[in-house]
């Protein structure tokens, strides 16, 4: 998990995406529940295209 | 007998000098200890007491107008009592920058967390929903807390309106008090959901 914020109260959770990463598994992590990917996947549609296509390294917003 | 009248009235007259200038004295004394006491403050005073520090200086003044109007008894009885009021009036002045930096620090506090509070609550409401869609529970999180906290989400909602009311009314301990009820409870929900607890919060 990476910190990025500027603003002291952001109450925003990011998730690093590591190697082997899936919106699924980051979802069944964050919400125990991997079918609710879309909420994750809709959070962050100014930088996903594709709920399959994330890159290591990218920094996502867990609502 | 002629002869001694001069001598007599130039006696007098000394007598007379003697007189006047040991009524003077002690008002002069008193008057320059008055103003000493009084420039001592007023610097600091002016800053949070002007209306009294005013009020202070005209007392002064008066004891030298009756100064100058020879009344040493009125300007002694005037300014006697002014380096007593000084002292008060520096109590008041430190007591007066006090509340005005506790006022200060309060602002500064309810500011923050008026801006990063809402925040926090909003991530919390959102994650809760999604949580409830959710037909597994993240690991670290059972049911039992999880009700925990969607029960308590509807008390800190008011407990934040309440602190903005509050706020508005004008009470600002009282607003920051329950704004810092609701943050400590905010940083506990988010905790037990396994979410990211704004540094702000943290302090």
Known sequence: ?63 | MKKLLKPMVLIVLVLFAAACASNSKPAEEAIKAAEAAINAVKGEAMKYVPDQVKALEGELQAAKDAFAKKDYKAALSAAKDLPGKAKDLAAKAKEVAAAAAQKEELTKTWNEMSGGLPKMVEAIKNRVDILSKSKKLPANLDKAKFDGVKAGLPEVTQMWDEAQKAFSSGNLADAVSKAKTVKDKAVEMMTTLGMQVPAGAKS
Not at chain 1, 11 to 39: F, M
């Open chain 1, 1 to 63: 998990m990476a910190e990025e914020k500027t603003d002291a109260w952001d109450a925003t959770q990011w998730h690093e995406v590591k190697k082997g990463d899936t919106l699924w598994k980051i979802a069944e992590t964050y919400y125990g529940d991997g079918s609710l990917y879309t909420k994750i996947f809709e959070a962050n549609r100014d930088t996903l295209k594709d709920p399959n296509l994330i890159k290591v390294g990218q920094k996502l917003r867990i609502p």
